[in-house]
């Protein structure tokens, strides 16, 4: 199924990614990440925003992403059949992009889709997945570690 | 077509969740590991000082748990003693700095799901900070590690 929507387009690691723009609460630059004891590897902190506090959940272990960190990206994703805000770090130029989006030929860890904009193809990030394989991840780590 | 944008701008596609915020009472301030937390202040019954350890290892009394350990942290410098009610475990802190006034507090994100779910009743919002409001419900019975270093004592 093709549909034509606005998507907004990031760095993540070598790649350029997209996600659909109804799924993204904003793109920011936030003053401070708070940490705090956890015992969730994959979050490093949380943001506050508009007095909500956002889990902010670090992708690099996927996705190889440098150090550089100029924009954070809020949003939806669906965490065991619920709705959870999350933000990640990207390394910058986010754009916001009108497309085509179409289904991924082949199923592609982590790559929800395509998208189709300005003469090139972009992989639509599987956010769920994602989230889902990172907050398992360390379940599985801490689990682990208690042991 | 495309739109470039700059990051210190802020793209609002959705509007953002209302806060979810909610008050409590008092909340004791307190910091252990280098780190700051909160405890309401009607779940805890006393605070002693360090140089009252031997009387908590001697008497019959809160089992003392240092707290920053039982957070991962490592060895806490314990200095103060925050007793719980109803007088079972004392968390052994660095240092109690303040009490405070109707905070707000947060749910933890649903994302956390390991232990900080019960370590943690929530997230205090402050002015320039997010401080974690301790579960007295969790912490007032004392870890199974600590009593059992208890009753060597």
Redesign the interface.
């Known amino acids: 199924m093709n549909d034509t929507a606005r998507f907004?387009t990031f760095p993540l690691g070598a790649e350029c990614y997209a996600l659909d723009?109804?799924q993204?609460?904003?793109?920011?630059?936030p003053s401070?990440v708070?940490s705090?004891?956890?015992?969730?590897p994959a979050?490093e902190g949380?943001l506050?925003?508009?007095?909500?506090?956002?889990?902010v959940?670090d992708l690099r272990s996927s996705f190889g992403q440098g150090k550089e960190r100029?924009?954070y990206v809020i949003a939806?994703c669906n965490?065991q059949g619920?709705t959870?805000?999350?933000a990640f770090p990207v390394s910058?130029?986010?754009?916001?992009?009108?497309g085509e989006r179409s289904d991924a030929p082949e199923k592609v860890t982590f790559v929800a889709g395509l998208l189709r904009?300005?003469g090139r193809t972009l992989p639509l990030l599987d956010l769920d997945g994602i989230?889902a394989h990172c907050?398992q991840s360390?379940?599985a780590f801490?689990g682990e570690a208690k042991q | 077509m495309t739109d470039s944008v700059n990051p210190p701008r802020t793209l609002h596609v959705a509007r953002p969740a209302k806060p979810v915020a909610a008050t409590v009472g008092p909340v004791i301030m307190f910091t252990a590991g280098g780190v700051r937390f909160a405890v309401e202040a009607n779940e805890v019954q006393e605070i002693r000082d360090g140089d009252e350890r031997n009387a908590i290892h001697k008497l019959k009394g809160p089992v003392p748990v240092d707290f920053a350990q039982q957070l991962g942290l490592g060895p806490g410098k314990l200095e103060r003693y925050v007793v719980l009610k109803p007088g079972e475990c004392a968390l052994g802190v660095t240092q109690v700095e303040r009490m405070t006034s109707l905070p707000k507090v947060v749910p933890l994100p649903g994302l956390f799901r390991g232990a900080e779910r019960q370590w943690y009743r929530g997230l205090l919002l402050l002015e320039n900070e997010v401080v974690p409001l301790v579960r007295a419900a969790y912490w007032r019975k004392p870890p199974i590690a600590a009593q059992e270093a208890g009753s060597e004592r």
């Open positions: 907004v723009s109804i993204v609460k904003e793109l920011v630059m401070r708070y705090f004891p956890h015992t969730m979050l949380v506050v925003r508009n007095g909500a506090v956002i889990p959940c100029n924009v939806l965490y619920r959870e805000t999350v910058g130029d986010c754009k916001l992009v009108q904009t300005g989230v907050i360390g379940l801490a």
